[in-house]
């Protein structure tokens, strides 16, 4: 029995993105019912021998002409998969099309295994099909391989197909070609994506965060520190540690480290320490803190003999500043000139 909803209800749960019938202007009804066998037990891939077309919608809207005119069932193939990795829907996952015939009556397939029979040789009753819009000779990109491969394994994780089906190409039925030369190469590929996904679940975990910090001995370490207590601190507001972090290395990088003095090196520690005691005392949290921190920054700015350098000291510390967090008690006269003794004891002023 036809049921539209359900099959759409069970791919977006698995998280599947496609585009449905109604948006790329389906001429034809897919409400009626033709019978078919759900789950479906094998997967099959076509080519529509189409001009590739730019306006994907009107693409999807000549395959559906064609199958309409030959079989008078609607579009043939249950999906589409474009060059760009757009998916679009086709015949519903629950109502038979019109796209493979098992003309030679094989059994099992002797390329890509798993089994072929059907009803009368009928892979439309148990098989489903997703088709290239295109031409022979057109590409078949990585992103088209990539969205057969979600399509089929949210099919597979949501029950509409069973667990272990196959890939096949056209050709393993019938005395054609489709779905082209560079189509049927790629379904050992199609297939080892489809399993990954199947395992996995269609969304990708996050990658891992890239470590970019200057690699010099402790001056990455204490800069990062730094900047994580500052943007990770209690209070009105907070920004991802990401946002000052890719500031410093920006304002503050390899070659800059190299030229600058050693005094100015052992100052990242001790702002490092003074912004953790500012981040875990979320009572006394204040942008007075933070703002005197930023303004031994543009004093370290004045230590660098070279300009290019002090100028990106500064602006650090008009980074600095500017995400300070706002409350009304600003740190006392007192707090700033402890921190200024804490600066001093670390970096004293040279003796004339």
Request: aromatic residues 6%; charged residues 20%; contains cysteine.
């Amino acid at each position: 029995m036809t049921d539209i909803a359900g099959e759409r209800r069970k791919l977006a749960d698995q998280g599947l993105d496609i585009v449905r019938r109604d948006a790329w202007g389906a001429r034809e009804s897919y409400a009626s019912d033709r019978a078919c066998e759900v789950p479906a037990r094998a997967l099959f891939l076509h080519i529509s021998v189409t001009t590739l077309r730019a306006d994907e919608a009107a693409g999807m809207r000549e395959i559906e002409a064609i199958g309409q005119a030959r079989f008078g069932v609607g579009i043939s193939y249950n999906a589409a998969s474009f060059p760009s990795g757009r998916l679009y829907e086709g015949q519903p996952l629950t109502r038979r099309g019109a796209h493979t015939l098992n003309n030679f009556e094989r059994s099992t397939c002797p390329t890509h295994g798993g089994s072929l029979t059907a009803p009368s040789w009928n892979n439309n009753v148990n098989a489903r099909a997703l088709v290239l819009p295109q031409d022979v000779d057109d590409p078949v990109t990585d992103d088209q391989v990539d969205a057969a491969a979600r399509w089929a394994a949210a099919q597979i994780r949501s029950g509409l197909v069973v667990q272990g089906a196959r890939w096949h190409g056209h050709r393993c039925v019938t005395a054609k070609d489709c779905p082209g030369s560079d189509g049927y190469h790629r379904i050992p590929e199609l297939q080892q994506l489809t399993d990954h996904y199947v395992a996995v679940g269609l969304t990708p975990p996050p990658p891992p965060p890239e470590d970019t910090m200057p690699n010099l001995p402790f001056v990455g370490v204490a800069a990062n520190q730094t900047v994580a207590y500052l943007v990770t601190s209690a209070g009105k507001r907070r920004i991802p540690s990401t946002t000052l972090r890719d500031q410093l290395i920006q304002y503050l990088d390899c070659e800059s480290f190299t030229n600058m003095p050693s005094g100015v090196l052992n100052m990242f520690p001790t702002l490092g320490l003074d912004a953790a005691n500012v981040a875990v005392d979320a009572a006394t949290q204040n942008s007075g803190k933070l703002d005197a921190i930023a303004a031994q920054l543009t004093a370290l700015a004045a230590d660098v003999a070279d300009d290019a350098t002090a100028a990106k000291l500064a602006e650090l510390s008009t980074a600095v500043a500017a995400v300070a967090v706002e409350v009304d008690d600003d740190a006392t006269s007192d707090e700033v000139a402890d921190l200024r003794a804490l600066v001093e004891a670390t970096h004293p002023p040279e003796t004339p």
